[in-house]
Each structure stands twice: as structure tokens, then as C-alpha cells.
């Protein structure tokens, strides 16, 4: 059994994920970070392909580390491992604070197809070619990036477990599951992290963040600046945005931030100016008015 709570408080602006990696609460997404339509932009990407030339790319990585970016999260499914190559082309070796995400378990037989795969044998075979790719002996922060409902959550958390207790891997994370999914994973292995859906206009999650922070598992939303109608300038996070001279971005990730402290979001950006922007949510204030209004649209 490994239903234990993990201690993880530290000041506000930090987490202890797993109980003993001190990270910076706002991170960075990678998967925006390639040329998955193959006309040098990213609209409609389908995270397919990796830059034809990733020097922008690059700079940004070396730039979010350089601005205070700790949490770095990638895929081996992200333009099939070469965003994995890409983190380690600018960043190996890693600075000491540097903490590495990365995710196995989906398949890619096509641009637009993602298929779950958990057998053991390929997770495992997965994690090592991540390990080759990252420049790593041991990934900090393992995710599983979808259950498949062909074999038992027992089987695919234990093969990562068996990692774990290798060396290969430090902490185990799970993406997009329920309560009753993360419970069912702890009886097998500690779980640092979940990565799931999450913003001001999608929360269909908000159970599983409060019992994430119960256990003192980390919460990851990923596209966390995805807020949809709530962005109308007529709207409340840019009002409170004008009252504390704050951008609707920041607004957005302060209320992320402001909704449970085991929360870390990882918005991705191409751009360097834009993330430094997010960084700032760390500093911006939201009152309680200010914080319930923008709950309620």
C-alpha cells in the first residue's frame, strides 16, 4: 500500500513535489514547441514533427530556465521523442534545480491519433529510450500519459514502479484520471503528480485537485490559459486584470494558483517575452472578492 500523504508545503510560490523536489509552482509545456504542420507554424499543429530548424526553440528552453522556469514537461509522443531531444540539445546538463517531466504510454501511428498503450513491457521499454533521448540517468518526474483500459492499473503503475526501485526513474505521475483511478494507482506505487484538464472554463477536475492536495500529490493543468468566452474583454478576469494592472494571462494562472497550493500550471509558449509574462503570476494578488468573482464568470 503507498496511500500515505506526502509533506510538500513550502512558501507559497514553491512545492514540494514528491515530498522532497523543491519546484517553482509555474513551469513549462513543451508540446507547442515543434512544426507539427510542417509550414513553419503551429496553427492546427498536430505535434508531429520537430522544428526543421529548432534554434528559436532552443533559446526559449535556455531563456525559461535562465527567467526562473524549474518544471520542464515533455512527451515521448511529442513529434515522436523529438521534443524529448530538443529539451536536452538546450539544456543538458541540466542545472541542479532543473527538474525534468517527461510521459510514456501513448502510441502514435499517425499525425492525429493518440492511442493509449500500457503494456508493461513497452512502458518500461518507453521510459529507456526517454532516458537515451533526455541525456539522463533517472527522470524526476515519470508520467503516465493515459491508462489503457486493456490492462490493469496494477500492471502499468508496477512497471514504472519497477523503475523506480531501479533507479531509473525518481517520482511516478499519472495523466487525465479520476479519484478512483489515482486511489487504485497508490495502492501500487506512490504518486507525486497528476496531470489532467484544468482551467477557469473547464474544471470538471476540481475533485481530484482537492484530493490531490489532501495526499500532498501535485496537481499539473495542462492547457491552463484555455479559458474560452471567459477571455471577453467585457469579462471578469480582464476587469480584475485592469484593477490590479495585471494581463488576463497572468489573472487566469493566479487564479490556478489561487484555487488549491498544490497546483502547477505549465502553460506552453513559443514565446519568450509571453513566458516571462506568465512568470509574473507569481507576484499578482488576487483578493477574496476578486478571486470569488472571477469563480463565478
Do not use: C
Amino acid at each position: 500500500m503507498s496511500t500515505e500523504t506526502i509533506t510538500t508545503r513550502t512558501a507559497d510560490d514553491f512545492f514540494l513535489l514528491g515530498g522532497d523536489l523543491p519546484v517553482r509552482r509555474i513551469g513549462l509545456g513543451t508540446m507547442r514547441l515543434t512544426d507539427a504542420t510542417g509550414d513553419h507554424s503551429r496553427t492546427g499543429a498536430h505535434i508531429w514533427r520537430g522544428a526543421a530548424d529548432p534554434a528559436e526553440q532552443i533559446a526559449l528552453l535556455r531563456g525559461a530556465v535562465e527567467a526562473g522556469v524549474q518544471l520542464i514537461d515533455t512527451a515521448d509522443a511529442y513529434a515522436l521523442g523529438d521534443s524529448e531531444e530538443l529539451v536536452a540539445r538546450a539544456l543538458h546538463p541540466y542545472a541542479d534545480d532543473v527538474l525534468i517531466a517527461t510521459k510514456v504510454g501513448n502510441v502514435r501511428p499517425s499525425p492525429t491519433v493518440w492511442v493509449p498503450l500500457g503494456h508493461p513491457a513497452y512502458l518500461q521499454q518507453q521510459v529507456e529510450l526517454s532516458l537515451r533521448r533526455l541525456r539522463l540517468e533517472r527522470i524526476d518526474l515519470l508520467q503516465l500519459h493515459r491508462l489503457d483500459p486493456n490492462f490493469p492499473i496494477a500492471d502499468q503503475v508496477g512497471a514504472l514502479a519497477e523503475l523506480r526501485d531501479q533507479g531509473k526513474i525518481r517520482h511516478i505521475g499519472l495523466s487525465e484520471v479520476t479519484v478512483d483511478q489515482l486511489d487504485e494507482a497508490r495502492r501500487t506505487a506512490p504518486i507525486a503528480s497528476v496531470q489532467n484538464l484544468y482551467n477557469l472554463s473547464a474544471r470538471g477536475h476540481d475533485a481530484v485537485i482537492d484530493h490531490a492536495d489532501a495526499a500532498g500529490i501535485a496537481f499539473l493543468p495542462f492547457f491552463p490559459l484555455a479559458i474560452g468566452s471567459l477571455a471577453s474583454p467585457d469579462g471578469a478576469v480582464a476587469g480584475v486584470g485592469r484593477e490590479i494592472g495585471a494581463e488576463p494571462s497572468q489573472v487566469a494562472l493566479t487564479w490556478l494558483l489561487r484555487r488549491s497550493p498544490n497546483v502547477l500550471p505549465i502553460p506552453g509558449t513559443g514565446s519568450l517575452a509571453h513566458l516571462v509574462e506568465n512568470l509574473g503570476a507569481l507576484q499578482v494578488e488576487l483578493s477574496e472578492e476578486q478571486f470569488r468573482r472571477i469563480s463565478e464568470g
